[in-house]
Nanobody, 122 residues
Framework: QLKLVESGGGLVQPGGSLRLSCAGSGSPVIYYSIGWFRQAPGKEREGVSCTSSSGGSAVYADSVKGRFTISRDNDKNVATLQMDSLKPEDTGVYYC???????????????WGQGTQVTVSS
């Protein structure tokens, strides 16, 4: 039973950076692809990024390409999302999700955390 806990969200000015962390417990995360979803108030949940179990490949939403970078450290059972050049439209609750490759196809994560708030505002 894999459990995911996100952290690292906060308030940042446009153009700033944040680094989100996703800590796994209960099962080694190496068995899962790991990624991120986000949901802004009044909007549908959308996929942000997803990396393979080994971290050897990754995909990104067009809206964040070139600005966000996903990575993972399977020895520490942690995945991260480095967010640079943040824009107000990046504001939302960010969720870490396991089996993100499948979740991106269905739009429904099966294993995910409680979320962490990211607010980009001047």
């Amino acid at each position: 039973q894999l459990k995911l806990v996100e952290s690292g969200g906060g308030l940042v000015q446009p153009g700033g950076s944040l680094r989100l962390s996703c800590a796994g417990s209960g099962s080694p995360v190496i068995y899962y692809s790991i990624g991120w979803f986000r949901q802004a108030p009044g909007k549908e949940r959308e996929g942000v990024s997803c990396t393979s179990s080994s971290g050897g490949s990754a995909v990104y939403a067009d809206s964040v390409k070139g600005r966000f970078t996903i990575s993972r450290d399977n020895d520490k059972n942690v995945a991260t999302l480095q967010m640079d050049s943040l824009k107000p439209e990046d504001t939302g609750v960010y969720y870490c999700a396991a089996d993100c490759d499948y979740a991106l196809q269905t739009g429904v994560p099966d294993i995910w955390g409680q979320g962490t708030q990211v607010t980009v505002s001047s």
